[in-house]
């Protein structure tokens, strides 16, 4: 049963036994692979045809993007399943990497930005790319800020999942915006149909730099998620023993 | 068992319902997502635009850039291979703008169909390659700019 299967994993304890295991190899990979796509984005690949050096810029942008909705969308999914089924493992996910994918979304639009200034001649246009990502931002912020708006941490993560589940809409949206309207943000060039159009000089560094930013967030949500749990047992710990003097409001 | 049954029954019924929403009021105001309007819309939406500011789109047609003998005036032609407009224009061009490659300007059609541009802002598409791949295309005859093979589609 797939059921049976969520829930042996739901378990924190043998959840932090993994984590244990998983985060100092997902912390070395990501320091590797980020030395290596640096290298190859920065010195080994070419400029671009039209845009130079400025080409550079799309190898952190790009996986940035990927990353921000890669991470709500897993938020999304660990909402539904704690709405669903109640898993305490669930909520703590979607509430750690909030401020991470929060932080990737707000990386995608300032290299965005920076990017448009010299190529377009603007540094922000309100088309439907640029202004659905920033909704994607504005729902990482609104969904930390409800979390922790109610005095009942259980209510605030009931209420931050339905948020996570209303606007899990945008994501579609911000893939397609580019397809569907016209836009002043390119179309896609290596998620499309028809194959990449970009270079294997170039496709190689940024698909290193994608690796490196997905084993960055593994390394920092599974130390965020270890952190939570720990400082849950601690408050416990303290609740249990009637150390009064010792317990302190949580955050 | 039940219970969680109907919470997940639930759950994918309101997300199919806003599913549903959404699509139903974005193609309603399809209009006003678009960023800009490529001048075959205009054939359509000429009454819609007089006198009102708004975005013209396309790719700038091959050897219509001229600057004017003040050197701040550009005029250039856009094109989406199906229809033509003359736009004229004072300011700085952005570093991408080129013949054959996207352009995005905002400004107000002239009574005498010339679009009067306020503000011009290059259009990258998603090709990326190296220039030595750029001139090897170009040797054997193979490079067309990629707007014109999207558009032609």
Known sequence: MTTALMHRYANPARFLRIATVVLPWAAVAAGLLTAAGLYLSLFASPPDYQQGDTVRIMYIHVPAAWMSMFIYTSMAVAAAVGLVWKHPLADLYAKAAAPI???????????GSLWGAPMWGTWWVWDARLTSV????FLYLGYMALVNAFDDPE???KAGNVLLLVGIVNVPIIKFSVDWWNTLHQPASVVRMGGPTIDGSMLVPLLVMALAFKAYYIATVLLRIKSEIIQRKIQTLRLTQGDSGAVESGA | MTRKKRRLY????ALLGLGTATALTLTAFQDNLVFFFSPSDLQTKGEQVKDRSFRLGGLVEDGSVRKLPDGVTVE???????HTVGVSYRGQLPDLF????????EGKLRPDGVFVAREVLAKHDENYMPPEVTDALKRAGQYKPADTRASAQ
Request: proline fraction near 0%; hydrophobic fraction near 55%; charged fraction near 15%.
């Open chain 1, 155 to 157: 209510r605030g993560v």
């Open chain 1, 101 to 111: 994918g929060a932080g990737f979304t707000a990386v995608c639009l300032i290299t």
């Open chain 2, 10 to 13: 639930m759950l994918l019924l």
């Open chain 2, 76 to 82: 250039f032609r856009v094109t989406d291979t199906q």
């Open chain 2, 98 to 105: 080129r013949e054959g490659q996207g352009v995005v300007a």
């Open chain 1, 134 to 137: 920033l909704i994607l931002f």
